[in-house]
């Protein structure tokens, strides 16, 4: 009489692909909510950064407009531009170059679900420019 040789069982191979899925579900999830905080907080940075500008811009020369002119005060275009980002709460970098503001803003993001898989953090960064132009004259 012959004996019937059962298959071995596999036992664990279902608990390493559901572990596999799991990891997977938990990325997928943190991309979709994690990079969500970072696009909303890239536009957060982005509208920090133009009105760092525009508060920079508006740091006129005080003898240039005595003269009729409209220059910047580049340190004081500069400082304004920076005080406007710490108050933001992201402090920046502002520079002036040929009348125009400049800054750039760059921080980083806590992730709350990407840390799971050990990305803990990621990278938000925005720059703007602003200039502040003569208006138009009485008589013109």
Not at 56 to 65: F, I, P, T
Not at 66 to 87: D, S
Not at 116 to 139: E, F, H, M, R, W
Request: charged residues 10%; glycine residues 10%.
């Amino acid at each position: 009489m012959r004996a019937i040789q059962r298959p071995a069982p596999q036992e664990g191979s279902i608990s390493a692909f559901t572990v596999l899925m799991l990891v997977a579900v938990f990325v997928l999830t943190g991309l979709v909510v994690d990079g969500g905080t970072v696009l909303s907080t890239q536009q957060a940075a982005s509208d920090e950064a133009e009105q760092a500008a525009r508060a920079g811009a508006g740091a006129l020369s005080v003898n240039a407009l005595r003269a009729g002119a409209v220059e910047l005060n580049q340190q004081e275009a500069i400082a304004a531009a920076e005080k406007f980002t710490v108050a933001a709460g992201h402090p920046g970098i502002a520079t002036v170059s040929s009348g125009v503001v400049t800054v750039v803003i760059q921080y980083r993001v806590h992730t709350e679900i990407l840390g799971i898989v050990g990305i803990d953090s990621l990278p938000v960064s925005a720059s703007a420019s602003a200039i502040d132009v003569q208006g138009v004259t009485v008589g013109s």
